[in-house]
């Protein structure tokens, strides 16, 4: 089974509107954290938000706010007030593992286009 | 803004030949990483450094792939003999410890084999 499940190849939305980018994801540690990682063309990984699975609040930054459902196995990124810089490749991200030997499963990843 | 370089930024060689590059991690971040992204996939680790020792080298290709971090800061990613299919993204991330997780990743080195 696949750690990290993200159904969305590719979004369009309009400037200005709000996104979810989906994931989900697998994992029987009960200790793990969930990231998500923007990719722009260019190439580098820009992290954007961080989820620890004992977090009791939902982890917010700025315009990105994580809607995390432990039941559900979901870590959903939320982008507010979408802007034209946001296009770009979105990775969600899972850890497992003790400090030290932990392990980072990326998922396959969601094209972003913000359409003026 | 404390930064993760690599170099080079790109790299064009014929199969065969050997390719090496190099990273270096945020200053005082004693966790290293190097993946491997292929077109449209996600990255893959390749191997982690806790300071100077190799912790998970289990997906490196060993034939061909050797990474080292003889100090515990720089390191380097070599490939010999390389292969078309190794034509991919190489990603270095670095980690500060102490219980803090993110991984923080450089610019990475985009490599065609021919």
């Known amino acids: 089974a696949q750690k990290i499940t993200q159904t969305q190849p590719g979004m369009f939305v309009q400037e200005k509107e709000a996104v979810t980018l989906d994931c989900t994801y697998d994992?029987?540690?009960?200790?793990?954290?969930l990231f998500w990682y923007k990719q722009p063309s260019s190439g580098e990984m820009i992290f954007l938000i961080y989820q620890g699975s004992y977090d009791q609040q939902n982890a917010t930054e700025g315009r990105y706010s994580l809607n995390f459902q432990k039941a559900r196995k979901s870590a959903n990124l939320v982008i507010s007030a979408s802007q034209l810089g946001d296009s770009a490749m979105y990775f969600c991200?899972?850890?497992?593992?003790?400090?030290?030997?932990?392990?980072?499963?990326f998922g396959t990843g969601t094209r972003l286009t913000i359409i003026p | 803004e404390a930064e993760v370089a690599q170099s080079p930024r790109y790299k064009i060689t014929e199969k065969s030949q050997a390719v090496a590059f190099w990273c270096d991690p945020i200053?005082?971040?004693?966790?290293l990483y190097w993946y491997r992204q292929i077109l449209g996939q996600g990255p893959e680790l390749l191997v982690q450094f806790q300071d100077e020792s190799v912790v998970d080298d289990s997906q490196l290709p060993k034939d061909r792939f050797s990474a080292e971090r003889l100090k515990g800061v720089d390191s380097t990613l070599k490939i010999q003999p390389a292969e078309l299919g190794d034509s991919a993204m190489y990603l270095c991330?670095?980690?500060?410890?102490?219980?803090?997780?993110?991984?923080?990743f450089g610019p990475g080195t985009r490599l065609l084999v021919l």
């Open positions: 200053s005082g971040h004693a966790t």
């Open positions: 991330a670095s980690s500060p410890g102490s219980n803090k997780w993110t991984q923080y």
């Open positions: 991200a899972m850890r497992e593992g003790t400090f030290g030997n932990e392990k980072l499963t």
């Open positions: 994992t029987s540690d009960p200790s793990y954290g």
